[in-house]
């Protein structure tokens, strides 16, 4: 792994950090009186409390295909998915919809969006964060069998060895043409993306690597003809 210093020396501040980015997007969209559906929301190894909404919005129900998601101490209440794929809520439920990280892990996008409009309300949103499909990380794992990718994404991240096996990665909505689509498909009245490109901290396990990485971030910040190939997608999708 490359050294705090080293990754400050092309990184010094937060400015390129997508996760301060993406919630700073969210909470333009929260209130004290909102009710959020965090859906995928399984606890991980390591989180910040930029992502905790717990004691700052109305309530936060959570909802993920893990059972360890009952084990979640950021939600005020939780739900394992059922295996036929809906939601155990009723229609027009939820003031918002969050998904960090798990459009790329959907295997029917068209059932999973219907599902996401119908338990929101009129007026609600759904907020997510997902690699971009035409990026270079996106690619790899995709041409990468299952069992090498369960063997080295969690090396690369940084992940200690007896941690979560990663979820099954579709990418069958991560592209900013699908995702319109799609969305447009299931209902939604405005769909707004934005492409990110963050430090690339997969590329953290080693020095000519990461070098690698911040050379093509530097190549996307000169030349706006590539910024559509940004290693992350923001949505707001609105009912």
Do not use: C
């Not at 036929?84 to 068209?110: G, I, Q, R």
């Not at 999973?112 to 499909?133: A, I, M």
Request: aromatic residues 14%; hydrophobic residues 40%.
């Amino acid at each position: 792994m490359i050294s705090t210093n080293t990754f400050s020396r092309f990184y010094s501040d937060q400015t390129r950090d997508g996760t301060v980015a993406f919630y700073g997007w969210v909470r333009k969209e929260t209130t004290p009186q909102t009710v959020l559906l965090n859906l995928g929301a399984s606890p991980p190894a390591e989180r910040g409390s930029i992502r905790v909404f717990k004691g700052e919005i109305a309530r936060v129900v959570g909802a993920d295909l893990d059972p360890e998601v009952m084990d979640n101490p950021e939600l005020d209440e939780a739900h394992v998915i059922n295996l036929d794929n809906t939601l155990p809520f009723e229609d027009n439920t939820f003031d918002a919809v969050l998904s960090d990280w798990v459009l790329e892990h959907v295997s029917a996008p068209d059932q999973f969006l219907r599902e996401v409009h119908r338990v929101l309300k009129k007026g609600g949103v759904f907020l997510f964060r997902t690699p971009n499909s035409w990026y270079y990380v996106a690619i790899i794992a995709k041409l990468t069998p299952d069992w090498f990718y369960h063997l080295g994404s969690g090396f690369a991240r940084g992940f200690p060895p007896e941690g979560h096996d990663p979820q099954p990665t579709y990418y069958r909505l991560n592209s900013r043409k699908t995702v319109y689509a799609e969305g447009s498909k299931a209902g939604f009245e405005r769909i707004e993306l934005r492409t990110w490109e963050p430090e690339p901290r997969y590329l953290l396990f080693h020095f000519l690597p990461f070098l690698a990485g911040v050379g093509y971030d530097r190549i996307l910040d000169r030349y706006g003809m590539f910024k559509g190939v940004g290693a992350g997608i923001f949505g707001r999708m609105v009912k």
